[in-house]
């Protein structure tokens, strides 16, 4: 008897079921929880965050895929500049398969052959750090302006269509401090006399 799905687009069903079974063994991308991270190399050690059904014995069971080791982390980084957090165990990362062996490139960088012949295998990471679920979604997240802010949101750099706001418990500039072409520490003012009077603001 042909089946709806044969007569929609001619696939067999033993074709559709090969199609199945292939994809199933195609990596593309995982959410992961990290367990360490080596600041030196710029890696992580990642936990896969979603069990795979296995047969085992005739038995379906659901079993954590493997730890992924020295997996190299993704951040915005261009031009000269990069963005670095301090990554921390627990962190959450959303992880995505090469479709080749990247051993070659990233060791030496530049364009490589490959070391192996292989694709979406689970040796091949990278770790997207910013994903998230919702027991870790972020509060007071701001709709109207750009944040730079820590999670609870106890300090951060706010830029909206009015202006540049900064909330903090404390602020360290470190070099010379430029306001409005006038340098802030050693500028001097003008046509007043030592006493116990206020001078007035700052000017040229």
Not at 13 to 24: G, H, M, V, W, Y
Not at 28 to 50: C, D, M, R, Y
Request: charged share 15%.
């Amino acid at each position: 008897m042909i089946t709806l799905q044969e007569m929609m687009n001619g696939t067999p069903a033993k074709d559709e079921l090969l199609q199945r079974n292939t994809s199933t063994k195609i990596r593309v991308a995982v959410p992961g929880i990290i367990k360490e991270f080596n600041s030196l190399e710029q890696t992580v050690i990642v936990q896969p965050a979603i069990r795979e059904l296995v047969n085992i014995n005739g038995q379906q069971q659901w079993l954590d895929l493997p730890l992924l080791l020295d997996v190299p982390i993704v951040l915005p980084r261009a031009g000269g500049f990069v963005v670095t957090m301090p990554i921390k165990s627990g962190d959450e990362c959303l992880v995505i398969f090469a479709d080749s062996c990247i051993d070659a490139w990233w060791q030496s960088g530049g364009t490589q052959n490959q070391i192996e012949i292989r694709q979406h295998d689970l040796s091949d990471a990278f770790a997207i750090l910013g994903c998230w679920s919702q027991p870790n979604v972020i509060s007071g997240y701001s709709t109207n302006a750009m944040q730079l802010r820590n999670v609870s949101g106890s300090s951060a750099i706010t830029i909206s269509d009015s202006g540049i706001d900064i909330s903090t418990s404390s602020i360290t500039l470190n070099g010379i401090t430029t306001i409005e072409g006038i340098r802030f520490m050693g500028h001097k003012h003008s046509g007043v006399q030592s006493g116990g009077s206020t001078t007035g603001g700052v000017s040229g």
